[in-house]
């Protein structure tokens, strides 16, 4: 089956600072080169619950959607985060397999919360049980590009947020590699935006995408504190090529076979972390092996809690 192209999957789903070091060198995704990261994290907080971000098994999904969550319940994932579920599948029908497979909704990736989005927000809502609205963030959005289109942007998530808070609802962003590039007078757009939003406004912290734009992933989780309140969790050789432009980012691995370094991470986040999210794009091997290896490497090293 041919990949799902992410436009369609968005249009399915929901219908820091410039002082921060270059990170490393560039990683070769080879087994040879595998980095099996086994140290556990040096402050001993409560590790964060373990999920999955759905876009990572959308295949398996077009396949057999049930089998598929029943799965990563087997495996011991507690939640999902929600992206998108085939045509033929509707928003209930979709938590009622969640729910079947024995898992929770920790999150729901959503457009952004205006205009005749809203009302589709609320049925996500209710349908997921879930208070956690996440702007999924893509595609690239040229606003970034310039201190007034950051500006825009902060005023449109503001309003956003004052119709999530009034249903009772969280709002929150979730990053690509483009809010972390240098802009020219050597600021990073998303501290940028930051301090343009309201303090309620959360962040899911992709720690991958920031690794790409060349940043430290364990100095921005530190960098934002309490608002990295959700971790987006991949792994792999974790640097830009302009084939990502086109959507087309090198194969990843199974979380702790790749360049992050995540006990690093899991420290700098001092425990404000709600929800660690497993997200692989795709993958170099199966899918569903790199998910179920990635929450072993994630639990066993203390680095998220899995199912009790």
Same mark, same amino acid.
């Given at each position: %089956?041919?990949?799902?192209?992410?436009?369609?999957?968005?249009?399915?789903?929901?219908?820091?600072?410039?002082?921060?070091?270059?990170?490393?060198?560039?990683?070769?995704?080879?087994?040879?080169?595998?980095?099996?990261?086994?140290?556990?994290?040096? %402050?001993?907080?409560?590790? /964060?619950?373990? /999920?999955?971000?759905? +876009?990572?098994?959308?295949?398996?999904?077009? $396949?057999?959607? $049930?089998?598929?969550?029943?799965?990563?319940?087997?495996?011991g994932y507690q939640a999902v985060e929600t992206a998108f579920f #085939?045509?033929? *599948?509707?928003? &209930?029908?979709?938590?009622?397999?969640?729910? &079947?497979?024995?898992?929770?909704?920790?999150?729901? @990736?959503?457009?952004?919360?205006?205009?005749?989005?809203?009302?589709?927000?609320?049925?996500?809502?209710?349908?997921?049980?879930?208070?956690?609205? *996440?702007? @999924?963030?893509? #595609?690239?959005?040229?606003?970034? $590009?310039?201190?007034?289109?950051?500006?825009?942007?902060?005023?449109?998530?503001?309003?956003?947020? &004052?119709?999530?808070?009034?249903?009772?609802?969280?709002?929150?962003?979730?990053? @690509?590699?483009?809010?972390?590039?240098?802009?020219?007078?050597?600021?990073?757009?998303?501290?940028?935006?930051?301090?343009?939003?309201?303090?309620?406004?959360?962040?899911?912290?992709?720690?991958? +995408? &920031? $690794?790409? /734009?060349?940043?430290?992933?364990?100095?921005?989780?530190?960098?934002?504190?309490?608002?990295?309140?959700?971790? @987006?969790?991949?792994?792999?050789?974790?640097?830009?090529?302009?084939?990502?432009?086109?959507?087309?980012?090198?194969? %990843?691995?199974?979380?702790?076979?790749?360049?992050?370094?995540?006990?690093?991470?899991?420290?700098?986040?001092?425990?404000?972390?709600?929800? %660690?999210?497993?997200?692989?794009?795709?993958?170099a091997t199966d899918m569903m092996t790199a998910v179920e290896e990635?929450?072993?490497?994630?639990?066993?090293?203390?680095?998220?809690?899995?199912?009790?």
């Open positions: %089956m041919s990949t799902l192209d992410r436009r369609k999957f968005i249009k399915q789903g929901t219908a820091a600072s410039a002082s921060l070091l270059l990170a490393g060198a560039a990683f070769s995704c080879s087994e040879e080169n595998s980095n099996t990261q086994t140290k556990v994290p040096e %402050m001993q907080i409560e590790a /964060a619950p373990i /999920a999955v971000q759905l +876009w990572t098994i959308r295949e398996l999904i077009e $396949k057999d959607a $049930k089998g598929s969550l029943m799965k990563l319940g087997e495996i #085939p045509d033929h *599948i509707s928003i &209930a029908q979709g938590a009622d397999m969640i729910k &079947a497979a024995g898992l929770k909704v920790c999150s729901v @990736h959503i457009e952004k919360p205006v205009g005749d989005e809203q009302k589709r927000i609320l049925e996500l809502a209710e349908a997921y049980d879930c208070p956690y609205m *996440i702007w @999924h963030g893509w #595609p690239e959005e040229p606003k970034y $590009k310039s201190k007034e289109g950051i500006r825009e942007l902060a005023d449109l998530f503001n309003e956003g947020n &004052a119709f999530c808070k009034e249903n009772g609802l969280k709002f929150g962003l979730h990053n @690509h590699w483009w809010e972390f590039e240098q802009m020219e007078d050597g600021s990073l757009p998303i501290v940028k935006l930051r301090e343009q939003l309201d303090d309620d406004i959360f962040f899911e912290i992709d720690t991958y +995408w &920031a $690794k790409v /734009a060349g940043q430290d992933p364990a100095k921005i989780v530190a960098e934002f504190g309490q608002r990295a309140a959700f971790l @987006h969790i991949k792994d792999g050789p974790a640097v830009w090529n302009e084939a990502m432009d086109k959507d087309e980012p090198d194969p %990843m691995v199974a979380v702790g076979q790749g360049a992050q370094d995540f006990p690093a991470i899991v420290d700098a986040a001092k425990g404000n972390t709600k929800w %660690m999210i497993v997200e692989l794009d795709n993958c990635s929450y072993t490497y994630l639990t066993q090293n203390n680095l998220a809690k899995g199912r009790v």
